[in-house]
């Protein structure tokens, strides 16, 4: 790793702190938390002109709270200690986020950050994936003070966030969703390390009658720059008993939502017939999550 261009390395002890480095560096400032993907972007050369590294782990962002409204996670809050929550691990709503927290090694799950992580903007994360599927928004700290960004709006392009160049991420708020919710993600790698060739994520609530309610279905990995909402799957969901057949339309209907991407790890149609065999497995995973709690009941 070179990083060539870096002449500063800050560990500011407060948000103010933050702010003024951030005026006063602009676009030649990056932020870094846990700093799992500093190597990953210096490898792309995304980190031509950063002269001042902000390390924002002395911060106290990495606070957890839950309340009717939802769930509140510190920027640096980690993804092992995500994975330790007590609300991630035993409701099927969080079914994604387990799912998604499973993939990286451990040495990875140990530093890599929630907010770093969505700041990032790396289509090929898993972790965005599913956040995007449970309604996930963005909490931007900037000179004006705290505003709110959904995920969807939030990831402008390939490696690219809408976040001014004064602002940084100061944490994550997922809502709470209805009783009868279940998610689930389900990816597709090269290697248990790999990132995303194609990844999904499935939100449902469904009714006492078995229909659906509501529905989030969102695809990453090469099938854009930023993760997909597939609204037309999304459309199919809604109002209608979940059956096998069902299950088969939705992952046909992901494909008209999708333009894929051919690298060399592979091509367009590869994807768009993973993205839909997927779409099918992870609709799947999440109804029998929550037969499975409502059995517990």
Same mark, same amino acid.
């Given at each position: 790793?070179?990083?060539?261009?870096?002449?500063?390395?800050?560990?500011?002890?407060?948000?103010?702190?933050?702010l003024?480095?951030?005026?006063?560096?602009?676009d030649?400032?990056?932020?870094?938390?846990?700093?799992s993907?500093?190597?990953?972007?210096?490898?792309?050369?995304?980190?031509?002109g950063?002269?001042?590294?902000?390390?924002?782990?002395?911060?106290?962002?990495?606070?957890?709270?839950?309340?009717?409204?939802? =769930?509140?996670?510190?920027?640096? #809050?980690?993804?092992?200690?995500?994975q330790? @929550?007590?609300?991630?691990? +035993? $409701? *099927?709503?969080?079914?994604?986020?387990?799912?998604a927290?499973?993939?990286?090694?451990v040495?990875?799950?140990?530093?890599?950050?929630?907010?770093?992580?969505?700041a990032?903007?790396?289509?090929y994360f898993?972790?965005?994936?599913?956040v995007?599927?449970?309604?996930?928004?963005?909490?931007?700290?900037?000179?004006?003070?705290?505003?709110?960004?959904?995920?969807?709006?939030?990831?402008?392009?390939?490696f690219?966030?809408t =976040?001014?160049?004064?602002?940084f #991420?100061?944490?994550?708020?997922?809502?709470? @969703?209805?009783?009868?919710? +279940? $998610? *689930?993600?389900?990816?597709?790698?090269?290697?248990?390390?790999?990132?995303?060739?194609?990844?999904?994520?499935?939100?449902?609530?469904?009714?006492?009658?078995?229909?659906?309610?509501?529905?989030?279905?969102v695809?990453g990995?090469?099938?854009a720059?930023?993760?997909?909402?597939?609204?037309?799957?999304e459309?199919?969901?809604?109002?209608r008993?979940?059956?096998d057949e069902?299950?088969?339309?939705?992952?046909?209907?992901?494909?008209?939502?999708?333009?894929?991407?051919?690298?060399?790890?592979?091509?367009?149609?590869?994807?768009?017939a993973?993205?839909?065999?997927?779409?099918?497995?992870?609709?799947?995973?999440?109804?029998?999550?929550?037969?499975?709690?409502?059995?517990?009941?």
């Open positions: 790793m070179s990083l060539t261009s870096v002449k500063e390395y800050f560990t500011p002890g407060g948000k103010q702190e933050v003024e480095l951030l005026e006063k560096y602009g030649s400032a990056l932020i870094v938390a846990g700093g993907f500093v190597h990953g972007l210096d490898a792309r050369d995304l980190l031509f950063i002269e001042a590294l902000i390390d924002i782990r002395n911060l106290a962002l990495n606070e957890v709270s839950s309340d009717s409204a939802g =769930l509140s996670l510190g920027a640096t #809050v980690t993804f092992s200690e995500l330790q @929550l007590n609300e991630i691990q +035993s $409701s *099927a709503a969080f079914g994604a986020l387990r799912d927290l499973k993939c990286p090694p040495q990875i799950r140990n530093v890599a950050t929630i907010g770093g992580n969505i990032a903007a790396c289509p898993d972790l965005p994936t599913a995007m599927s449970l309604g996930g928004v963005v909490q931007a700290q900037g000179p004006a003070g705290s505003r709110e960004i959904g995920l969807q709006e939030f990831f402008a392009g390939l690219q966030n =976040l001014e160049t004064n602002e #991420v100061s944490g994550i708020f997922i809502p709470a @969703l209805p009783a009868r919710s +279940s $998610s *689930a993600f389900i990816k597709l790698e090269t290697n248990a390390n790999d990132l995303a060739i194609v990844n999904v994520a499935v939100q449902l609530t469904l009714d006492e009658s078995g229909s659906c309610q509501e529905a989030r279905l695809v990995g090469g099938v720059e930023t993760p997909v909402r597939a609204i037309a799957s459309n199919l969901l809604r109002g008993k979940m059956t069902l299950f088969k339309q939705a992952g046909a209907a992901v494909q008209s939502d999708l333009e894929p991407i051919s690298d060399h790890r592979a091509s367009a149609a590869y994807r768009s993973t993205a839909k065999v997927l779409t099918e497995r992870a609709l799947r995973r999440a109804v029998a999550r929550l037969d499975q709690a409502q059995a517990s009941i």
